[in-house]
């Protein structure tokens, strides 16, 4: 077990799974379709880390009217469909939880539908199942640190105890206020610039994470 921590909590989409280019891809059609055309760069920005609830509401307020519902349904629909033929692991994440022997769990602002679909195409479901955590179950998202909070209570381990793997501005903002060690994962669509502050270890290969956790081998 590492010496360090006991417990390490998991974001799922850009850090388990390599679903953010997919999102970002079908997220800039419908954006532009709906008059808020936006680059891929600048809806990572905006959304990555975000709940899929809080990118509707911000779409709806800009163009002054609700979200269609035909449109989430569209997006559902088209994003499984990616999500089915060419989603991946994460590149190194396979190796690094083989090598991680601290108790682990997953809190991501994605729903449990999402998880189930995305870790269970990857194959990474089993490893996690029962051990996973959604924005869905608590009042406030990233960057609040509620869901890290909760997963870390539901887990029995005190936040000072935990260590967090992310890889957005606002999941990394969310772990600094739950109080916890922040790992950030910097290989994906966000800058680095956006991950930095205290507290923060930032790496960009996978394979490195069981090493910077500080586990026994």
């Given at each position: 077990m590492s010496a360090t921590?006991?417990?390490?909590?998991f974001d799922c989409d850009g850090v388990l799974v390599d679903s953010e280019p997919i999102a970002l891809r079908v997220d800039a059609q419908l954006f532009a379709e709906l008059g808020w055309p936006l680059s891929?760069?600048?809806?990572?920005?905006?959304?990555?880390?975000?709940?899929?609830?809080?990118?509707?509401?911000?779409?709806?307020?800009?163009i002054g009217r609700?979200?269609?519902?035909?449109?989430?349904?569209?997006?559902?629909a088209l994003f499984r469909e990616l999500i089915t033929t060419e989603l991946k692991?994460?590149?190194g994440i396979l190796e690094a939880l083989d090598k991680i022997t601290t108790p682990?769990?997953?809190?991501?602002?994605?729903?449990?539908?999402?998880?189930?679909?995305t870790l269970g195409v990857t194959g990474l479901y089993e490893r996690f199942e029962g051990r996973i955590f959604s924005a869905t179950e608590v009042k406030a998202g990233k960057p609040a640190p509620?869901?890290?909070?909760?997963a870390a209570a539901s887990m029995g381990v005190d936040p000072a105890d935990c260590a967090v793997v992310?890889?957005?501005e606002y999941g990394v903002a969310a772990a600094r206020a739950a109080g916890m060690a922040v790992f950030a994962y910097a290989g994906g669509v966000v800058p680095v610039e956006r991950l930095e502050g205290p507290g923060t270890v930032i790496f960009t290969d996978m394979r490195e994470l069981p090493r910077l956790l500080g586990e026994v081998r």
């Open positions: 921590y006991k417990l390490i909590i891929e760069e600048e809806i990572a920005r905006r959304f990555t880390g975000r709940t899929t609830q809080y990118m509707m509401d911000e779409l709806a307020r800009h609700p979200v269609p519902p035909d449109v989430v349904a569209r997006y559902n692991p994460v590149d682990t769990c997953v809190a991501s602002s994605g729903s449990h539908e999402k998880m189930r679909l509620d869901l890290f909070l909760h992310e890889d957005s």
